[in-house]
């Protein structure tokens, strides 16, 4: 299976301020059809999973546009621009390139 | 509005079995591939299981292989996990869960709590 590790694990951040986590791959999740499958999901506490970003940068709607998704191969970072308080929560990456899909560890966004 | 609804889960003893079900609502649900997702108390999201629109693929953790079954019922609108030899380690929240655009999940339960302890 692909190994998603993200950092940081967690991310105190100044509200206003902006944040970013990377995620790295294992392995290239360039698929052979040319996609590439790495999506972004929040979760909020008490809450399931979000879907934040599909395909590396796609934003879903109703998704602010402070959150931006970038990478290729296997680097891949998710961006908060400015964080707000509803940001807080954990965010996983999650590969579906290759079966069995997989998530990262989850790096928790916490305000200082 | 797309709705997925899980039920079934229970405390249950190392060994044991369970059924969970997800009612799924507001979609074409026999055009989609749906999956099961678990989380341990405190911990990250794993995939446990997938399985295809019909019914006629499915794929599974290494560690649930040969104890869990997903299986659906497109007449009725619902998706199964039936697990067995059931651990200790198997204690989770299992989300339902809808793998769509770019097999991203758009869609997700509230979540059925499985406990597994003597």
């Known amino acids: 299976d692909i190994v998603m590790t993200q950092t940081p694990l967690s991310s105190p951040v100044t509200l206003g301020q902006p944040a970013s986590i990377s995620c790295r791959s294992s392995q290239s999740l360039v698929h052979s059809d040319g996609n590439t499958y790495l999506s972004w999901l929040q979760q909020r506490p008490g809450q399931p999973p979000r879907l934040l970003i599909n395909k590396i940068s796609n934003r879903l709607s109703g998704v602010p546009d402070r959150f931006s998704g970038s990478g290729a191969g296997t680097d891949f970072t998710l961006k908060i621009s400015r964080v707000e308080a509803e940001d807080v929560g954990v965010y996983y990456c999650?590969?579906?390139?290759?079966?069995?899909?997989?998530f990262g560890q989850g790096t928790k966004v916490e305000i200082e | 509005e797309v709705q997925l609804v899980e039920s079934g889960g229970a405390l249950v003893q190392p060994g044991g079995s369970l059924r969970l079900s997800c009612a799924a609502s507001?979609?074409?649900?026999?055009?989609?591939?749906m999956s099961w997702v678990r989380q341990a108390p405190g911990k990250g999201l794993e995939c446990v299981a997938n399985i295809k629109s019909d019914g006629s693929q499915e794929y599974y953790v290494d560690s649930v292989k040969g104890r869990f079954t997903i299986s659906r019922d497109n007449a009725k609108n619902s998706l199964y996990l039936q697990m067995n030899s059931l651990r200790a380690e198997d204690t989770a929240m299992y989300y339902c869960a809808r793998p769509g655009s770019y097999w991203a999940f758009d869609y997700w339960g509230q979540g059925t709590l499985v406990t597994v302890s003597s």
């Open positions: 999650m590969q579906s390139t290759q079966s069995m899909w997989t």
């Open positions: 507001g979609f074409s649900f026999r055009t989609y591939w």
